[in-house]
């Protein structure tokens, strides 16, 4: 009855723990096996606690260039499709035009679209219209599926604006690049930013759309893919942990300053 | 902070707005003098806040022109305006904190040494210990001083106010109308305040102009309002009036004299908005203030010259320091009367036959071509 109790007691934190090492528990693994020093090439089941990976991550033929290119489209792709989809963002809540209700749906159209079918007919496009595939046609095929997501988060942000601050902006002598930049884009930035890192996320580690568009250039993606087949370096641990690391120091610094600048939070 | 800005009157010379086939403000001329405080009153969506934006720049008027002294400003941008705006939401800055709030003006306009001036703006509003708060963190009247500052800050030559107490609840209203007025005596800028709220309109401004339906109704003095209306609108729109359809008996002597229910009235000939005519019809009104009660036993006692009619008690309520009467006549089967509790008769319950009876001087007439009930507020304005 005690035991009965105790779980009717707690059963909401133990279906939250239950559910968190559900999310946290592959990430785990990939972390732990970095550290492994497996005999053969496949790194599957533990030997031996080492650092080798660690010592020398680029120790793999083609790891490194493959990182570096994916992280270069990542960044191009954030700052594209965060650019074109703010702009698209802010029209759609700010203006009025013929077809605003057709646009709003279309922008859903590649999310809803199976990402195989479009990697397919992207392909299909580029191959017609005689684009030579490789670090371009992955970058433009990026920018457009990450579009839909920024425009999303930054629609979200813009929405909740109150149009009347800009109008006091300009009631106090602030000219329309002026009520943009200090006031328009500051308020907005949560919703921007989101969406940007949105965009970086879905765009570094994409394997199907890239995979038909980059011709006989390899994103760290295919990279993973391709060397599962013949045996699993270490070394691709090591830049997953290392990326998974450097994301939640991202976000420990953002909430410690955050929490240092409390006067600063905007209720979200 | 005492220095006169420079600048005269503003002035709308038959500026108009219309949104497609609605026409939200009728040209209207409108002179608010220099250093007043002047309100719009008004009913939501009678045009007051158009009105008031089209001076800040914020809407561009259909036809007409709006001057500030003798510039003509009509095509100017709001942010090349000598005017500045407290917003009804306060449409504070919430990125900013209260200096930068208060600051943002001055520097764009590129002025450099802007710290002194804004620690006088929170002296002024009493929001010194402040400064670093983010507007989020401030309570609503908080707030409202904050919005306040900001736009004075700029020593515009007109501060628009729209609707700034809306937000407040009814005791913080009452103080910040004072402290408002204060303000506005200390700087002795021009405000024009928008508002719903005739009470509000009546306490602070020196001039009201009362709208109905894009048009301006009336303009004055609030107590010149009140005692003189001169459309039922402002009739029942500004306090309560009771409103009684007569006939015209006689015009010729200085009164005229009409009757209703049986009972001569007389309205001094001056107070009728519109010439009466004898045999024609012809809006009394009187309020109810004004108005005292006798029972029918005492008729006698009432004296004469008096404008008396009677009828029979249907409801009392006891306010505090008066007690209101809904009395039914032959008259106007719901007259109101407000009667001071110094000396309270007993026998004045529901269902007591009495005399209502008053000074003929405090009578006004009203054209009777015109709904009786207009400006009758049915439900509490939400805003």
Redesign the interface.
Known sequence: MVVIRWIRRNLVVIAGLLTLAYMILPNIVVMVFSFNNPKGRFNYAWQEFSLDAWKDPCGVADLCGSLSLSLQIAAWATVGATALGTMIAFALVRYRFRARGAINSLIFLPMAMPEVVMAASLLTLFLNMGAELGFWTVLIAHIMFCLSFVVTAVKARVMSMDPRLEEAARDLYAGPVQTFLRVTLPIAAPGIAAGALLAFALSFDDFIITNFNAGSTVTFPMFVWGSAQRGTPVQINVIGTAMFVIAVLVVLGGQLIASRRKNNAQPQ | MTQKTEGGDVRLSGISKTYGSFTAVHPLDLTIPQGSFFALLGASGCGKTTTLRMI???EDPSTGTVFLGDKDVTDL????RP???V?Q?Y?????L?VCENIA??LR??GIKSFKKQVDDMLDLVQLGAFA???P??LSGGQQQRVAVA??LI?HPQVLLLDEPLGALDLKLRRQMQLELKRIQTEVGITFVHVTHDQEEAMTMADQVAVMNGGRVEQLGAPADLYENPKTTFVANFLGTSNLIEAEVVETAGEDTVVTCGGSKLRVPGERCASQPRSGGKLLVGVRPEKVSVAHADDAGSVAIGRNKITGRIVASSFIGVSTQYIVDSPACSDFEVYVQNIERDARLVPGAEVVLHWNPAHTFGLDADQDIDAGVETVEESA
């Open positions: 800040a720049g914020l941008q709001p942010y090349k005017v500045n705006t917003f939401s449409a504070l800055f919430p990125h904190n943002f003006g764009r306009r670093g708060r983010k989020h963190q900001r736009a700029n």
